[in-house]
């Protein structure tokens, strides 16, 4: 990780949120479950959850035995969405978020979120947890359908005119990755959200600083 830089050395900070702002992992183990009885009887906890899930989705579903033929992935969507959306409240913010979020805006640094998931919550999210006035500006998707973020990582880019050479994104999954390499910017990975730590060493060749936990950014 030579030469990686802080985040606190960037002017331009791209979070993601589901797992790396939101702890909401142990919510997903417990939808994805439910909706394993109806196909299979193999069950998740974290840890093979963390080993297991990715982008896209739907070949996250095949992948642990979903039947796509017994359940269309927009049904299956439907009932992850319903289920979480009635349980979201009862997660928390990762442990030492809003203090970052907090000395980063201090620094008069300028904040951002890049999501997967559907914008209007997500914004109803910050809301609810108290932390939507350190953000410039949420960029997400109009469905739920958890697709590609790099469309609307583009799209942010340009409309807020955000240098690429003085942003980093920090995400939880190789995804997140991938999308800084698309976008042309730098990334930092935490491994307590929705993706294991050595699968993040494995595909980012330690190119990228990964950190156990947020609060490890904290200073």
Not at 109 to 138: E, P, R, W, Y
Not at 159 to 166: A, L, M
Not at 175 to 197: C, F, M, P, R, W
Request: aromatic share 8%.
């Amino acid at each position: 990780m030579a030469g990686n830089k802080s985040i606190f050395e960037y002017q331009n900070i791209i979070w993601d949120w589901n797992g790396t702002l939101l702890n909401d992992n142990w919510v997903c183990v417990e939808i994805v479950n439910k909706l394993l009885k109806n196909h299979n009887d193999r069950q998740l906890n974290l840890t093979t959850y963390k080993d297991v899930f990715g982008f896209p989705i739907v070949d996250y579903y095949k992948k642990i035995g979903i039947d796509l033929q017994k359940e269309s992935f927009d049904e299956l969507t439907e009932k992850f969405i319903s289920d979480y959306e009635s349980k979201v409240n009862l997660c928390e913010l990762q442990k030492g978020a809003t203090q970052i979020l907090n000395q980063i805006k201090e620094q008069g640094k300028n904040q951002f979120i890049l999501t997967a998931a559907h914008k209007k919550s997500v914004v109803d999210l910050l809301k609810f947890h108290s932390i939507d006035g350190v953000f410039k500006k949420v960029e997400g998707l109009d469905n739920h359908r958890a697709e590609s973020k790099v469309d609307r990582g583009h799209k942010l880019i340009k409309e807020n005119h955000i240098s690429i050479e003085n942003t980093v994104l920090v995400g939880d999954t190789i995804h997140d990755y991938e999308v800084a390499t698309h976008l042309g910017i730098k990334s930092i990975l935490i491994a307590n959200g929705h993706q294991s730590k050595s699968r993040l060493i494995e595909k980012t060749k330690s190119e990228v600083p990964i950190y156990n936990n947020i609060s490890e950014l904290v200073i």
